[in-house]
């Protein structure tokens, strides 16, 4: 009875898939905020470790657009290849950080998850679970970032320098060469280092998390409990 009344606020599309499948709608919120979660915890602790971010290709993140002109002048100063290394590597141990914060706001959205955002995920893409994370904690996640990737940026975890001040010493080591070529390179201002990292750490995040899910999606080995099995093959 519980069902019928619950089906009766659906779609007739999705009263068809619930049918289907199998599934109750118990079931299928059940399965995708585990889903979520596993995706979740997943991504967060690969990323808070070290090379999290810094070991990965799919989400390294590089220097800002802004200092692409040093990249490309990068051998008219003095040491300013390893000045660029070091200064990658520094952006990316503060995302690293930083990346912890991101778990109890992706909880609070996995909680929320009502059977419309159920039945729309589970029949959605491999990404669908992940759309939805975005949609609900991109703000949230960004306004609590913002402030941990700037306390990190200040910290020393490379050596004795922190990103902040590795990416400063890069950028006035380049305006010295500019400002003595006569008009050939054009010195630079620098933007918010903390915004650029933020926002690029957070779509690494995402990255991740649909990674996660597109593997329990579509791996078995990836399924680690019973409700995961159950939503997952009856899909």
Do not use: W
Request: aromatic residues 6%; negative net charge.
């Amino acid at each position: 009875m519980a069902i019928a009344m619950s089906l009766s606020f659906v779609s007739c599309e999705e009263v068809d898939s619930i049918v289907s499948t199998g599934l109750t709608n118990e079931e299928i919120i059940r399965g995708l905020k585990s889903a979520l979660e596993v995706s979740t915890d997943t991504s967060v602790k690969i990323l808070n470790a070290v090379d999290g971010y810094f070991g990965d290709p799919l989400v390294k993140i590089l220097l800002p657009e802004e200092a692409a002109i040093i990249v490309n002048n990068i051998s008219k100063i003095p040491g300013g290849q390893l000045l660029v290394d070091n200064t990658i590597k520094a952006i990316n141990r503060s995302a690293e950080d930083a990346a912890s914060e991101a778990t109890d706001i992706f909880k609070s959205a996995i909680t929320g998850m009502t059977i419309d955002d159920g039945l729309t995920i589970l029949s959605g893409s491999d990404s669908a679970a992940t759309n939805y994370l975005r949609l609900n904690t991109s703000q949230n996640l960004f306004n609590a970032f913002k402030p941990k990737i700037q306390a990190s940026l200040s910290k020393k975890l490379i050596g004795n320098i922190s990103a902040e001040s590795a990416y400063a010493d890069l950028i006035s080591q380049y305006n010295v060469i500019a400002n003595a070529s006569f008009g050939l390179l054009k010195p630079i201002t620098t933007n918010s280092l903390s915004e650029h990292t933020t926002h690029k750490g957070l779509h690494g995040l995402f990255e991740k998390v649909k990674l996660e899910e597109g593997k329990i999606r579509n791996e078995v080995s990836h399924r680690v409990n019973d409700i995961l099995i159950k939503v997952f093959e009856e899909k």
